[in-house]
Nanobody, 127 residues
Framework: QVQLVESGGGLVQAGGSLRLSCAAS????????MGWFRQAPGKEREFVAA????????YYADSVKGRFTISRDNAKNTVYLQMNSLKPEDTATYFC????????????????????WGQGTQVTVSS
């Protein structure tokens, strides 16, 4: 069965860095776009970044552009989110997700495009 397992979250001071990983299993990783979303308490889940199946295209929310980098290693079935210059407003639970459809990267911004989600990893940025 499809499994997505995030890791790498933690507590960091403002200005610091973290690298999140999402290990995927149970499907052919290299033919799906992968995304990262986050959700803070009392707020809706929001798009952070996405990467196409080959890694050739990446997409970012305006709030993280220039600070976060999404990447993937198809040989390791893993997608990463490198987060630099972290701010207190980045505090949230971060989720990785897989699109419902193969070779599809349109509408990457919408949670409904994704059919499978990990359990999330907590990121807390202190001021």
């Amino acid at each position: 069965q499809v499994q997505l397992v995030e890791s790498g979250g933690g507590l960091v001071q403002a200005g610091g860095s973290l690298r999140l990983s999402c290990a995927a299993s149970g499907f052919t990783f290299s033919i799906y776009t992968m995304g990262w979303f986050r959700q803070a308490p009392g707020k809706e889940r929001e798009f952070v970044a996405a990467i196409s199946w080959s890694g050739g295209n990446t997409y970012y929310a305006d709030s993280v552009k220039g600070r976060f980098t999404i990447s993937r290693d198809n040989a390791k079935n893993t997608v990463y989110l490198q987060m630099n210059s972290l701010k207190p407003e980045d505090t949230a639970t971060y989720f990785c997700a897989r699109t419902k459809v193969v070779y599809y990267s349109a509408n990457y911004y919408y949670p409904s495009t994704y059919g499978y989600w990990g359990q999330g990893t907590q990121v807390t940025v202190s001021s």
